[in-house]
């Protein structure tokens, strides 16, 4: 596990973003723990949040020409990721959209840089693969190329109901369907890691059972 990944975790913890405890996903499921984007809701965590993206990517080795942020939080994500590689010494543009076309201005629903090239799209975390399959449509319906997707964490869990489990995962699916890399800061692995490592205190050690438990009932192989 490289400590990049690791560092986030930590971070994550600290921002109070990652959680532990008992949450119902969006699927339904009992959770053990709960990772809340939205919370990294200041100046100083975005700055921490948006360089965490920009090595992440940097280091994936994926050739990119721009960045796209699916509205609403991809719009934060991409605009600060786009800050800190330009301090990393790769400026790059970005786009990101609207949800509603406007009528006046500069129209449409695309804002920033024109569409163009081998586009990286960021996100928070897949979940149904929604947020994807629309950027995939915007960005080829303006002549560009999709080529990787860019996000926080990975939850290397199965997709689909209760009963009628997949198996692959929501990222897996993407990575199937669309042919190009999903490219996490971090997953579900690297969590696990640092519950079992020493930056871990007692207090969030003891949830490692119910994280290993979760694992094993929906985990997907990475």
Do not use: W
């Amino acid at each position: 596990m490289s400590n990049l990944r690791q560092q986030f975790i930590e971070f994550s913890v600290n921002a109070g973003v990652l959680r532990f405890g008992e949450f119902v996903t969006k699927a339904g499921r009992l959770s053990p723990y709960f990772f809340n984007a939205g919370l990294f809701n200041d100046g100083a965590r975005l700055g921490q949040l948006a360089n965490f993206y920009a090595q992440t990517l940097l280091d994936a080795g994926v050739g990119f020409d721009m960045l796209f942020g699916p509205a609403y939080k991809g719009i934060t994500l991409a605009s600060a990721t786009a800050v800190a590689l330009a301090a990393k010494g790769r400026n790059v543009p970005f786009a990101y959209n609207r949800k509603e076309a406007k009528d006046h201005g500069e129209g449409g629903t695309i804002v920033g840089a024109k569409l163009e090239g081998r586009v990286v799209i960021i996100d928070d975390v897949i979940s149904a693969g929604t947020s994807v399959r629309e950027s995939v449509q915007m960005i080829r319906a303006q002549g560009a190329t999709p080529c990787a997707v860019l996000i926080a964490l990975d939850r290397m869990e199965k997709s689909g109901a209760e009963g009628a489990l997949s198996q692959l995962s929501a990222v897996q699916e993407v990575e199937q369907s669309y042919g190009m890399p999903v490219i996490p800061i971090a997953n579900l692995n690297d969590l696990f890691t640092y519950l079992s490592g020493p930056g871990a205190s007692a207090e969030l050690a003891q949830f490692k059972p119910a994280v290993a438990a979760y694992r094993e009932r929906y985990g997907v192989q990475g």
